[in-house]
């Protein structure tokens, strides 16, 4: 665990390493707010009993139990105002995902929710699923049996049946279609490294080497919006993890994704997040 630049991120070598296996299986009580973190593995958390406040990148929610989350490399969450919160989690490498686990590739609603059509791994923020009550106690006990498992071999096995079961439940619309193009996963990928940059339609089309009409039509076809609008999105989503993890200026948080006037910055977030950077903030510890 480290902080950096974007706060409190968590390191699957730290994690996994007392166990010489990259999986974990943990379950905390909390009746204390977790900060706003990340980390470099998949996790799937849920709860199993009480109450408080899930927040992520795309949603911030009351939690019960029932309630979970598919959270990819980078994606951030927090817990907050819990109330004896029960909160169980599977922790795995994304090595597990390209090796060990990989027969869910061959699985439809696993597929879909783990890689894109070319096979590669997504990236996305944290993706809710519910549990219905009358299934909750078969879904505990396929976790449960992870952690029991007296083998590696075991833990795989009980591990491929757990996510087949976190599958089950996610709705159609609640997994986004990831991008399948070549090209736009490069423009995707270079956007989201360099946010400070003033890309332009022009400029990203020639570095993927398509027309800018070709591949502004292409962009929107695969990921519903156009390239300046994902940027946006990508921007607003990495301020708002700053103003959560870290106590830097408002003015120095739009600096660093690419709104260096703060007027800017502040119309941009609020028609984004619907409030302004500084109610966002302040709500970190409600």
Known sequence: MKNSEIGLHFQGDEIFARRGFALSCSRFCLDWPVVPHDHDFLEVAFVA????????????????????WLLFPG????????????VCNLCFGESLLKRELCALAHH???????????????RRWPL???VPENDFA???????????????????????????????????????????????????QLMENDLARAWTL??????????PNYFLRVFKNETGVAPLAFLSRLRAETAARLLLQTD?????????????????FARRFRAIYGQSASQF??????
């Not at 994606?75 to 004896?84: D, E, G, S, T």
């Not at 609603?109 to 096979?119: D, G, H």
Request: proline content about 6%; aromatic content about 10%; charged content about 20%.
């Open 281 to 286: 903030r302040a709500k970190r510890g409600a």
């Open 128 to 130: 809710p699923f519910r």
């Open 138 to 188: 078969e879904f505990f006990a396929l976790w449960q049996r992870i952690g029991a498992a007296p083998s590696a071999p075991a833990k795989i096995a009980a591990t491929l049946l757990f996510l087949e079961a976190v599958a089950g439940y996610f709705m159609t619309e609640n997994v986004p279609k990831s991008p399948a193009h070549r090209a736009v996963l490069r423009a995707s």
């Open 248 to 264: 830097w200026p408002i003015a120095q948080i739009g600096a660093h994704v690419g709104w260096d006037d703060p007027n800017y």
């Open 49 to 68: 009993g009480g109450q408080g406040v899930h927040r992520g990148a795309q949603e911030e929610k009351v939690a019960r139990k029932g309630d979970g």
């Open 108 to 122: 439809s609603a696993c597929a879909a929710l783990f890689w894109n059509q070319n096979a590669e791994i997504t």
């Open 75 to 86: 994606a951030w969450h927090a817990y907050l105002a819990p109330q004896k919160l029960d």
């Open 202 to 211: 022009r400029e990203l089309s020639e570095t993927v080497h398509l027309a």
